[in-house]
């Protein structure tokens, strides 16, 4: 069974209006963190925010925010005052607690995100 | 600040070949993943150590094998290379304790192509 699913293939968002891109996940684990990297045309994975099943405040991080709403088990990721920087893939992922290093990640399929200036 | 750091970062191979590709991790990290992430695909996780242990291991074909050194760096090694084995190798690495527990940071990764 999936257990990241981003529903968002593709989104075209003008410069300067804030986005919000949806990620909703499946486990039954009550210890789980979650994940939001970009990755641009280059290739690199990068790190932007992370959202802890205990943690009571959603995540920020300058322009990012994770809008953490566990009864719905989902974790939407919001850029506010988008930038043409920005255009990229965004994976949403999850790790499930386990022992010391058993913590693999599960990476959603993605959203290729495309900012128009 | 140091991050991960992966080499070579492109790779180009024969089928039937051989390739190993190495990570070294943020220092002070304790654990190393590796991914493989094909053309257009998400990232999937092939294998990972911590404190030089394997740890857990995912849809690692049984014709790569992977180890982590004293030093903490990591090579994965390839063996009979095939085109379905062309894609970006990411390797991360991510501390067990801290403010950052277990956050995984990845490297730039290294792009395999096999012909």
């Known amino acids: 069974a999936q257990k990241i699913t981003q529903t968002q293939p593709g989104m075209f968002v003008q410069e300067k209006e804030a986005v919000t891109l949806d990620c909703t996940y499946d486990?039954?684990?009550?210890?789980?963190?979650l994940f939001w990297y970009k990755q641009p045309s280059s290739g690199e994975m990068i790190f932007l925010i992370y959202?802890?099943?205990?943690?009571?405040q959603n995540a920020t991080e300058g322009r990012y925010s994770l809008n953490f709403q566990k009864a719905r088990k989902s974790a939407n990721l919001v850029i506010s005052a988008s930038q043409l920087g920005d255009s990229a893939m965004y994976f949403c992922?999850?790790?499930?607690?386990?022992?010391?290093?058993?913590?693999?990640?599960?990476f959603g399929t993605g959203t290729r995100l495309t900012i128009i200036p | 600040a140091a991050g991960v750091i992966q080499s070579p970062r492109h790779l180009i191979k024969e089928k039937r070949e051989t390739a190993t590709l190495k990570c070294y991790p943020i220092?002070?990290?304790?654990?190393v993943y590796w991914y493989q992430q094909g053309p257009g695909q998400d990232p999937q996780f092939l294998i990972s150590?911590?404190?030089?242990?394997?740890?857990d291991k995912g849809s690692i074909p049984d014709r790569f094998s992977a180890q982590q050194f004293s030093d903490y760096h990591s090579e994965l090694n390839m063996s009979s290379l095939e085109l379905g084995d062309s894609a970006l190798y990411f390797c991360?690495?991510?501390?067990?304790?801290?403010?950052?527990?277990?956050?995984?940071?990845f490297g730039a990764g290294t792009r395999l192509s096999v012909l």
């Open positions: 991360a690495s991510s501390f067990s304790q801290g403010a950052f527990k277990n956050i995984q940071y």
């Open positions: 486990t039954s684990d009550p210890s789980y963190g």
């Open positions: 959202q802890g099943s205990y943690d009571q």
């Open positions: 992922a999850m790790r499930e607690e386990g022992n010391f290093g058993n913590e693999k990640l599960t």
């Open positions: 220092p002070r990290h304790d654990t």
């Open positions: 150590f911590y404190e030089k242990m394997q740890s």
